[in-house]
């Protein structure tokens, strides 16, 4: 009996050592793929940036032979053409002029009995033009009012991780074309003037949240530091996200402080720093946000912050599935189906699985089609 015990227990540890080097040859895989995924879109932003660089030095000789002509009609004098003596009027050219002529004189001397004296023509005021801008070729998304959702543990550029990627969440798609050679619309506070030293925004409705985070509401905080995040009415600015998602977390928005736990994890705009991340998500999750406490399972699953642990992750992802959040679901699906901090149930799998895509996770979609299961 003994040597049996023996075998089981080598054999066991066997198993635990070759699903470890399993684990670590996934990790490195997913490593080297976030790599070259973080070095192909930092080469697509090089690419343009030098296009619109070359845009701007190829439109500077224009601008600068614009500047070179007026200046010259400036300091120039009058050709000679000016100089020529005027050319002859024809004789009913004459005769009309002097037909006026006469017509202002009398309108004058009428003007004089009577003691009247003309009005003063008002002025018509000055239309400013509104500045237009075209929309760069970058896609854009709508407005949103929620940051985008870490995916679950798996192909994300996460070295750590053997889980499955799911997709984002929010999807972006492209402005109609007229939108995209839209006005830009300044945005007015709440008197009505324009905002000054304001950005310009070239959707309306991102300017009617700027307007509104000025006064202090803290869901337009939220969309508004979306539409930064993901160029949406406005260039993308990771650090004004940044600093909108903090106003709004600090105004007691649960979304909000979600969201800045999201930019502390991924490093968007601040320093990387997962114990940042812990808290605004702790802070969340204590406001009732079911995504934030999905996000907690993610940093117990990957380490991030906090000690590696499998048994604590579940504990997150069950709240946030409890709480309503379709990718915590999905999550327990996939703990379940193997192994993770549970006990490995193929059966608690697919209900998880099921749950999650009746809400439309397309994870547990692929899962339960992987499985053999109907989504």
């Known amino acids: 009996m003994a040597v049996a015990d023996r075998k089981r227990r ?22 080297e793929a976030a790599r070259l995924a973080a070095q192909a879109e930092a080469e697509r932003i090089t690419k343009e940036d030098e296009a619109r660089k070359a845009e701007l030095e190829g439109q500077r000789p224009a601008a600068e032979q614009e500047r070179q002509r007026l200046e010259q009609q400036k300091t120039q004098g009058p050709g000679p053409a000016h100089d020529a003596a005027p050319p002859k009027l024809p004789v009913w050219a004459k005769g009309a002029v002097a037909a006026v002529a006469i017509l202002v004189v009398g309108w004058l001397v009428y003007l004089a009995l009577s003691g009247s004296h003309p009005k003063e023509q008002q002025g018509e005021p000055q239309k400013q033009e509104a500045k237009s801008e075209t929309s760069s070729p970058a ?43 839209r006005a830009l619309t300044p945005p007015k506070t709440a008197s009505g003037e324009a905002a000054a030293n304001a ?79 812990e808290t605004w998500f702790l802070k969340a999750a204590g406001a009732g946000d079911a995504d934030a406490m999905d996000c907690l399972g993610d940093l117990y699953y990957y380490g991030q912050g906090v000690t590696q642990s499998y048994p604590q992750a579940v504990t997150w992802y069950r709240k946030g599935a409890d709480a309503g959040s379709a990718h915590a679901m999905a999550n327990m699906g996939y703990m379940y189906e193997n192994g993770y901090g549970v006990g490995k149930d193929l059966q608690q799998a697919l209900a998880w699985y099921r749950k999650a895509a009746a809400l439309g996770d397309p994870d547990a979609k692929a899962s339960l089609k992987r499985l053999g299961e109907s989504p």
């Open 199 to 277: 950005p310009y925004f070239t959707d309306q409705k991102t300017a009617d949240w700027y307007r509104k985070a000025q006064a202090g509401d803290s869901d337009a905080m939220v969309n508004l530091g979306f539409a930064y995040r993901h160029s949406n009415g406005v260039a993308r600015d990771d650090q004004q996200a940044a600093i909108w998602y903090h106003k709004a977390a600090e105004a007691g928005n649960a979304m909000g402080m979600k969201d800045l736990g999201v930019v502390y994890r991924d490093g968007l705009g601040v320093t990387r720093d997962y114990g940042q991340a």
């Open 139 to 181: 896609t854009t998304t709508q407005p949103i009012s929620n940051e985008q959702q870490a995916p679950p543990p798996g192909n994300e550029p996460k070295p750590e991780s053997p889980k499955p990627k799911t997709p984002a969440k929010l999807t972006a798609s492209s402005p109609p074309a007229e939108a995209q050679s």
């Open 10 to 31: 080598e054999q066991a540890e066997a198993e635990r050592l070759a699903s470890l080097a399993e684990a670590e040859r996934k990790q490195r895989e997913q490593a």
